[in-house]
């Protein structure tokens, strides 16, 4: 099978570090050209399925923008320009809550969307999380960490208590991991 190719692209909107959008003509692998493709360009990001010594998950219950009420979240952020995804994932577990992790598993690197771009998902599994500083937090939204069980996270993921997609990915790939 042959990839599409970008024949052309320009900027149509641009906001700050956090979104930009764009306007390709690409061509499709039988020769048709189709000159107005939208592609959304915003940064790559990590989320990291971190677990404790005690066996513990570490989640938050938060609001987030586009979902009505709260949600069961796990640790995420955006990667700084030229940043290391696993680099990122380790500062954003410190930052969010405070701990460390000695064990490390890529879960994967996954585009947001095929069609239309949007960065791509790097997903962590962190193990033998402890603390070693206080939270360092600059999001937006209100956090209240949540230290959840193996089973408290598989019935959470089984309803549906993650309600943002890549989240609920990384948790699934995780409990596959840790259970598979």
Not at 52 to 77: H, I, N, P, S
Not at 89 to 100: I, K, M, P, S, Y
Not at 156 to 172: D, I, M, N, Y
Request: negative net charge; contains cysteine.
């Amino acid at each position: 099978m042959q990839s599409w190719r970008t024949l052309h692209r320009k900027t149509i909107l641009e906001r700050g570090k956090f979104l930009r959008v764009e306007e390709h003509a690409v061509a499709l692998p039988d020769g048709t050209v189709i000159p107005d493709w939208p592609w959304l360009v915003t940064p790559d990001y990590v989320n990291v399925v971190a677990v404790t010594r005690e066996g513990m998950f570490l989640c938050f219950r938060q609001t987030k923008y586009a979902v009505d009420g709260a949600t069961l979240a796990v640790v995420g952020g955006y990667l700084e320009p030229g940043e290391d995804p696993l680099a990122a994932a380790q500062r954003e577990l410190l930052e969010e809550t405070g701990h460390q992790a000695s064990q490390w598993t890529g879960l994967g690197v996954y585009a947001v969307d095929g069609n239309r771009g949007a960065g791509r998902a790097h997903l962590f599994l962190a193990q033998d999380a402890h603390p070693v500083a206080p939270i360092q937090a600059d999001d937006l939204e209100e956090q209240e960490l949540l230290f959840l069980s193996l089973p408290e996270m598989q019935t959470a993921v089984l309803q549906g208590k993650f309600q943002v997609l890549p989240w609920t990915a990384a948790v699934a790939l995780a409990l596959l991991h840790l259970t598979g």
